[in-house]
């Protein structure tokens, strides 16, 4: 089999050195192929987020396909420029020369994608893979079968294999994809699997990009404006049943406001999702039983304050939130990626950063203030990816914001230019004069160290 991974990179490496790829107007001709592809299937990949997460059509626009419209209209309007070699200043070291740096797709880039965001999390690094002109192959997550099926019949339908092509399969298909010399590699997914992922690149030396989780923060501060953070931090931690690499992991909230805000949170999640929640056949399920039993054991680790309710057959799991949590169990360990809540309260901003710097560098971090100085000084004071003031998960749907970790969130970022950015190896070029030829650099001009000394301080 990875003979014919081989065999199926050499095929790639081919048709990106005949340099038809790069060529601007064909990356935006098969950008508008995407698009028009995945229009064309919508139902389809409905259909099929729904057999593999109960995803409503509402959530699948939403988190899924609207985004990735966004993207393919904002690279396509703008793929040009980017793509553009860029002048930039010259020293005076180098006077009579112009420098310009030539943004160069890496050539062949392989995308291993997760489950959680299934369409959107492998669609989204192809735009950037097409906007930069590289070929891809696609890695989709084993975890979501009806979807990664719909979208292999997508792309094989849209694109010669030989531009993009897609390899199903599980742990081992990836394994064997990852011993190949691939020019990039992108992947998204858990942290254990980004150190594999890191150490096989290492081998061949492959830059990567990493997209991973963590434990994302979410403070409620005293002077917050609570009935506003509680519908916005339901929304975000609830989407997706809270399998989102992004959602707010666990609360800080201030003492002072703590009771009042978990009423407030309990009374969004009825308004939300409805007064019984089990009742909504829209509310999405958790992906299989090894996590929905990973999960329902997380709710040992607290006082259920709300929620706690589970059904196996349907792996649904109520929006559930924790208090009483030691920072010691497995509950605050691990990455949740489901709706349970862990609650915690604080009284000082330094008891907030010290609790979070205990942990990983978060993925995103978000905080409900209307303090401009409390938002500076945990701004300037936590390292993480990327994150809201005042909302949660809203920041990755903005094409203008890199989108991406810091640490053990990963490494890289993406989104709008940042995607074309993140397939690309800027290449600085200095297009030097012949008409002149500054003497002070070689070894036989007279007083050339003291002329050095001067330009150079
Ligand atoms: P995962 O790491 O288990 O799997 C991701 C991909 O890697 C899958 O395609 C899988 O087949 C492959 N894989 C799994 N084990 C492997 C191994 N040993 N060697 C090589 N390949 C392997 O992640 P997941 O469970 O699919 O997704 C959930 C994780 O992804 C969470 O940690 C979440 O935070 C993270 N995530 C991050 C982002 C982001 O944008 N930063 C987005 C979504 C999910």
Known sequence: MSESYETLLQMQKDYFYSGETKDIHFRIKQLKKLKKALKANEKQIGEA????????????????????YNEISETVKHVKSWAKPRKVKTPMTHVGSGSYIYPEPYGVSLIISPWNYPVNLTIAPLIGAMAAGCCAVIKPSELTPHTSAILTHILQKTFEERYIAVVEGDVETSKALLAL???????????????????????????????LGGKSPTIVHKDAKLDVAAKRIVWGKFTNAGQTCVAPDYLLVHRSIKEQFLDKLTQQI???????????????????????????????????????RSIKERRFIEPTILENVSLDSAVMQEEIFGPILPVFEYETEKEVIEMVRKRPNPLALYLFTENKKTEQHIITHISF??????????????????????????MGAYHGKYSFDAFSHDK?????STKMDIPFRYHNTKGGLSILRRLIK
Not at 49 to 68: I, M, P, Q
């Open 49 to 68: 987020l729904r057999k593999d997460l109960n995803k409503s059509d509402f959530e699948a626009y939403l988190t899924e396909l609207g985004v990735l």
């Open 181 to 211: 010399k691939f020019d990039h590699i992108f992947f998204t997914g858990s942290v254990a699997v980004g150190k594999v992922v890191m150490e096989a690149a290492a081998k061949n030396l492959t830059p990567i990009t990493l997209e």
């Open 270 to 308: 009825k308004e939300q999702f409805g007064e019984d929640v089990s009742r909504n056949s829209d509310f999405p399920m958790v992906v299989n039983e090894r996590h929905f039993d990973r999960l329902t054991n997380y709710m040992k680790d607290g006082t259920i304050i709300f929620g706690g």
């Open 385 to 410: 990816g990327g994150g809201c003031i005042n909302d949660v998960v809203y920041h990755v749907g903005s094409s203008q914001l890199p989108f991406g970790g810091v640490g053990s969130s990963g």
């Open 428 to 432: 600085g070029v200095l297009h030097q």
